[in-house]
């Protein structure tokens, strides 16, 4: 949620987010400005202050800072519709560019409050399109959890997956940049695809000619059968560079649509045992989690068998995550969190730069090592549910199905598979925690 304030004589905005990412932040004006990371009550709070003063204003005049400001008050009182009024008013004051964007974005959070999906999925598309908001900050703030978990969310994310004037490019910008890390030689097989097709056919626009001459015969026709074969050379090499680029191109989308579920993925919460509500992505490099989707019964037993194996198991990382298919069909909304409590809201991980390095410090990693256990348990199942389907979709699987899926350290799939798992060929496939290879998957 995003919280703006006006200090004397400067143009001072503060955009606070319990999930914001400073190296995407979309809160960033077109002037020079200064970036600072505050702590307030548990929350990372963006100020943005602009070098440039701004003329003073009459106290009492209403400003769209001011509504925004307002409006941001009213939320965390609880008064959402109120909120909602202020943000409006606030788009209707000849805001700037980031007043807007803070206007919608809030908007839209208030409209994920109130369960209305497609009114916060047309803010956010605004917001995205016009006023430079990064997809990254929908994807992490939890005052949008309840709005993830909703199918407006899932056509949002394919547009900005997919890129367009409607949508924006930045999103489509930042996949495009693991995918070329992931497959650094692709651009090298597009290059020279695209190259040796141009070669081959301008090659062919000399030799059709010439093959008609020689079909006509005469005197000073070329061979046939060399001409003939030459044009059938070229052709040939068109035809399959061709293919071979458009390989590369379907390639490329299937690999961006798996890059977008892996990061919707990591975004994904858990309570552990000692009750701290985590993101997946802080538990990489722990843990191989293991997950169990299926209905009440099926779960129940696969977890029974892997009790078994709980000591070998745990040497290997394992993490057991059950999803009961059903539980997340009616998702409730709750002002803070993924759908949990405020006690549980207050755990929740915020994702500034102080995150950023908090989450890769020896303390931090110890910490959570000491608090994972043999099972996890789910936070937001809306949100795990659809992220499976989508992923049983992608494998042709028929959603709904009983899967498990088994995530690296690093936080990818490893592989899935029908029904439940054997738990002894896991143990033969999983190196321990202290092995090479799992230090080589990190």
Request: net charge positive.
């Amino acid at each position: 949620m995003a919280v703006a304030t006006l200090a004397s004589n400067h143009h001072v905005l503060c955009f606070s987010s319990s999930n914001l990412r400073t190296r995407a932040s979309p809160w960033l004006p077109s002037r020079g400005t200064i970036l600072k990371l505050q702590k307030r009550a548990g929350l990372s709070s963006l100020v943005i202050c602009s070098s440039s003063a701004s003329q003073p204003r009459e106290a009492n005049a209403e400003t769209a800072e001011s509504c925004v400001n307002i409006g941001l008050q009213l939320f965390s009182k609880g008064r959402v519709k109120e909120a909602l009024e202020q943000f409006e008013t606030a788009l209707t004051l000849n805001p700037n560019t980031m007043e807007s964007q803070a206007a919608l974005y809030n908007k839209a959070c208030c409209h994920a409050y109130r369960g209305e999906g497609k009114k916060a999925a047309d803010c956010l598309r605004l917001a995205l399109r016009e006023y430079n908001l990064k997809f990254g900050t929908i994807l992490n703030d939890p005052d949008l959890a309840s709005f993830r978990a909703l199918p407006e969310f899932k056509e949002l994310q394919e547009e900005a997956r997919l890129g367009g004037e409607d949508i924006g490019y930045s999103f489509r910008r930042d996949l495009k940049l693991i995918s070329e890390v992931q497959a650094p030689f692709r651009g090298v097989r597009r290059f020279f695809s695209v190259a040796f097709s141009a070669a081959a056919g301008i090659s062919l626009l000399f030799t059709v000619p010439r093959l008609i001459r020689a079909i006509q015969g005469g005197e000073g026709a070329p061979d046939l059968v060399e001409t003939a074969q030459n044009v059938a050379i070229n052709i040939g090499g068109i035809i399959f560079l061709v293919a071979v680029f458009l390989w590369d191109n379907k390639k490329e989308e299937e690999q961006l649509a798996q890059i977008s579920r892996d990061e919707t993925l990591s975004r994904l919460p858990l309570r552990l045992s000692t009750n701290r509500v985590v993101e997946l992505v802080q538990l990489r490099d722990t843990v191989r989690p293991v997950i169990l989707a299926g209905d009440k019964e099926t779960v129940a037993l696969a977890i029974q068998k892997a009790e078994r194996f709980r000591t070998e198991l745990l040497r290997r990382g394992v993490l057991l995550v059950p999803i009961i298919w059903g539980e997340g069909r009616e998702p409730k909304v709750d002002k803070k969190g993924f759908g949990g409590s405020q006690i549980a809201a207050a755990s929740l991980p915020s994702i500034g730069e102080d995150f950023e390095k908090r989450a890769q410090s020896i303390t931090a990693k110890s910490r959570l090592k000491s608090e994972v256990r043999f099972k996890a348990q789910v936070v937001s199942p809306a949100e795990w549910e659809r992220w499976i389907k989508d992923q049983q979709k992608s494998e042709g699987v028929i959603p709904g199905e009983d899967v498990y899926i088994i995530l690296r350290l690093d936080g990818r799939v490893r592989r899935s598979g029908k029904g439940m798992p054997d738990w002894q060929q896991i143990l033969k496939e999983l190196p321990p925690m202290e092995a090479l290879l799992s230090k080589l998957e990190r």
